[in-house]
């Protein structure tokens, strides 16, 4: 049971390119985040899944995008990185949207974007 | 959504409890109190989750003000794989999580 993974570990972007995180969960969760947290700071939530074939915006959702490809993966992609998005990405999932049900997160990417 | 403040820091001594404290006066009703916390370098981790009634589990204690404007998480005897920083949430309707900036909590040997 390997809970949340991510892919990749660590990346380095130009600006202007563009990539995909992928993000998945062998819990059998019904809803999955995606956060980013930059130095010194909270995470912040950016979109999230509240269940298969859903998407919603969170707190900061300007230059992603995001698949709920299935109940297991979800993935975030920017489309033109730019060097604001340098930070440490952080997928999550849970049970549902109910307020009782805990967080999993998955280890991080390190996107850095010169 | 309500809101919680937390101390920027704390330091423990080893093998010492440690109460790590948070308020949050504008609570609602069906707000759940949760508790993660983040070592170096990894993603935050569940520590501990409540509504009303004190909780504990194999972690942590999880004690509730009875008003509910207060919570205090208790690690009754803290060890050097404590040092985190703690964050208290209360997940908004949609369980989404709105993280502040936590409480480093650091452990002296």
């Known amino acids: 049971n390997a809970g949340v993974t991510q892919t990749p570990k660590f990346q380095v972007l130009k600006t202007g390119q563009s990539m995909t995180l992928q993000c998945a969960q062998d819990?059998?969760?019904?809803?999955m985040y995606w956060y980013r947290q930059d130095p010194g700071m909270g995470l912040r939530l950016i979109y999230y899944s509240a269940s298969e074939g859903t998407t919603d915006k969170g707190e900061v959702p300007n230059g992603y995008n995001v698949s709920r490809l299935n109940k297991r993966e979800f993935s975030l992609r920017l489309e033109s990185a730019a060097p604001s998005q340098t930070s440490v990405y952080f997928c999550?999932?849970?049970?549902?949207?109910?307020?009782?049900?805990?967080?999993?997160f998955g280890p991080g990417t390190r996107l850095t974007v010169t | 959504d309500a809101k919680t403040t937390q101390p920027n820091s704390m330091e423990s001594n080893e093998e010492e409890p440690v109460h790590l404290p948070c308020n949050h006066s504008t609570i609602s009703g069906t707000d759940y109190i949760h508790w993660y916390r983040q070592l170096p370098s990894q993603g935050p981790e569940y520590v501990i989750h409540?509504?009303?009634s004190n909780v504990n589990n194999r972690m942590a204690s999880l004690a509730i003000a009875e008003d509910r404007k207060s919570s205090t998480l208790i690690l009754h005897r803290a060890t050097l794989r404590d040092a985190a920083v703690y964050y208290c949430i209360l997940p908004n309707t949609g369980n989404q999580f709105y993280f502040g900036t936590g409480t480093s909590l650091t452990v002296i040997p």
């Open positions: 819990m059998n969760h019904n809803s």
């Open positions: 409540g509504l009303t």
């Open positions: 999550a999932s849970s049970v549902g949207r109910n307020r009782a049900y805990e967080q999993y």
